[in-house]
């Protein structure tokens, strides 16, 4: 009886330099992987492997990328957490952005989140069946060039991204598990002054009180020409107005925070949407905002939804009312302002925020971030409180899922595509993504009402 052939796996046409940047504590999978396209007749770079003692480790592994025809990405929970192999990818995707021409693959090794600046290719996800993905990624090396990579392995879009992010935004609004975490942009656009033009009207009140009590002559302008002058930064001012207002100081603050009586805007109206029970869920868990203002309790009233501002620890709230904690401090728009108000608007407040791990902001920051997810708007990630706060968030979950969000503007520093805007783009989604938050990009502004529709919208 003749003996039977084994089956003879047809060469690849034209074997590649494949270059594998991956964390070493996915060794294990990395090395199936390597094994697998070393079968299928490709050469393969993995420092491990290729490293010997007295290397020179970034310039070696420079070399292994620029001989690269290709480069695998495996994405991971260890990755995303591994500081060098988050250089090795900011590398990588700076060098793509370069225009060099080698073909970027990447593998969803587990059930983490992709950023956008690699999910902007179509990844192959090994998460749910491992040997069907390294069939994929296999097939897809089996094609005449490189340079066919590009067809055989399509860009997925940012729409793609976005679609993803709010699918699991809207998911978590349905189990009730989805805070908002609100900065100055939520309130801008009902009428409520930016920071720097806050400061200008407090300092026209300090400069007529120094004007009024010490018979000074400052001119009309003093308070734009003082904020000028002076190029302090906009907590020290904060310092002055706080030490020479005195005890009328919230009340001033008050005064022109309101002074143009606002009323609403597009986007807190889409977070009063957010906030109503839904037909298929839970409503919005609650609001942290950094902001002073009553805005949005205002527009939940209209709207007969109940809710609590809280800004101390002696406050607490019903079962029925959706808590809106004011981690700066809380200024109603008429009634007599709480003697213990304290306002976190000057450089003394936020070192004394930033110094005490337990106070009752820090608290209930910490809590959201660890217990629920949260999608930040209107912040510009520029507070390094709350920068600490995520990062501990980030440092104590054990999963290292991304499982925060923030909706960013895209970098545009000019009207056509440009360099510039692509390596602004990548690093302010590695910060952000070191922080334990995805992002999800808009063109404008204006696209952020739509994007909490998007998320109150019913599933299915």
């Known amino acids: ?60 592994i420079q070399e ?22 988050q250089r090795e990818f900011a590398a990588i995707a700076l060098q793509q952005i370069s225009k060099r021409q080698q073909r970027i693959i990447p593998i969803r090794l587990d059930e983490c989140e992709v950023p956008s600046y690699l999910a902007d290719r179509l990844y192959i996800d090994f998460a749910s069946d491992f040997n069907q993905g390294l069939q994929r990624l296999s097939d897809a090396f089996m094609v005449a ?31 009730g598990r989805l805070t908002l975490f609100c900065g100055a942009g939520v309130s801008v656009g009902a009428g409520i002054p930016a920071w720097d033009a806050l400061l200008v009207k407090l300092l026209d009140s300090m400069m007529e009180r120094i004007s009024r009590n010490h018979s000074l002559d400052l001119g009309r302008k003093a308070a734009l020409e003082f904020q000028q002058r002076n190029g302090a930064s906009s907590l020290i001012l904060g310092k002055y107005l706080k030490n020479n207002l005195g005890r009328d100081f919230p009340k001033e603050v008050r005064d022109a925070l309101y002074s143009s009586d606002p009323k609403s ?22 609001i942290v905002t950094f902001n002073f203002d009553c805005l949005v309790e205002d527009n939940l009233a209209v709207s007969s939804i109940e809710n609590k501002a809280i800004f101390s620890e002696a406050l607490n709230h019903d079962p029925n009312e959706m808590p809106i904690y004011h981690v700066h401090g809380f200024l109603p728009r008429t009634g007599e302002i709480a003697e213990n108000t304290e306002l976190v608007f000057s450089e003394d407040a936020y070192h004394s925020q930033f110094i005490d791990p337990f106070s009752w902001s820090n608290l209930i920051q910490l809590n959201k971030l660890t217990q629920n997810t949260c999608l930040f708007v209107g912040i510009s990630l520029t507070d390094p409180n709350m920068r600490r706060l995520l990062d501990v968030a980030w440092r104590k979950n054990p ?18 595509a440009d360099v510039l805007d692509e390596v602004s783009r990548l690093l302010e989604e590695q910060d952000a993504n070191a922080l334990g938050l995805n992002v999800i990009w808009m063109d404008s502004y204006d696209e952020l009402p739509a994007i909490l529709t998007e998320i109150s919208a019913p599933i299915g």
């Not at 292994?64 to 192999?85: C, K, M, P, T, Y």
């Not at 997925?156 to 809207?170: P, Q, V």
């Open 64 to 85: 292994g990328l620029e001989q690269a025809d290709a480069i695998v990405f495996v994405i991971s929970r260890n990755s995303l957490h591994s500081e060098w192999v």
């Open 399 to 416: 999963g290292k899922r991304l499982g925060h969000y923030i909706a960013k503007r895209l970098p545009k520093f000019s009207d056509g």
């Open 265 to 286: 805007c597009p986007l807190i109206e889409s977070i009063v949407a957010l906030s109503r029970p839904q037909r298929d869920g839970r409503p919005l868990d609650s």
């Open 1 to 60: 009886m003749a003996k039977k052939r084994a089956a003879v796996k047809p060469p690849v046409r034209n074997a590649m330099r494949i270059f594998i940047s991956h964390s070493h504590r996915d060794k294990d999978a990395v090395f199936a992987i390597a094994s697998r396209l070393r079968s299928d007749g490709h050469e393969i770079w993995i420092d491990s492997l290729q490293l010997k003692p007295g290397d020179n480790i970034s310039q070696r």
């Open 145 to 175: 060039s490189p340079e066919a990579l590009e067809i055989a392995h399509p860009r997925a879009s940012i729409s793609d991204t976005h679609e993803t992010h709010i699918s699991r935004l809207r998911e978590c609004l349905r189990k």
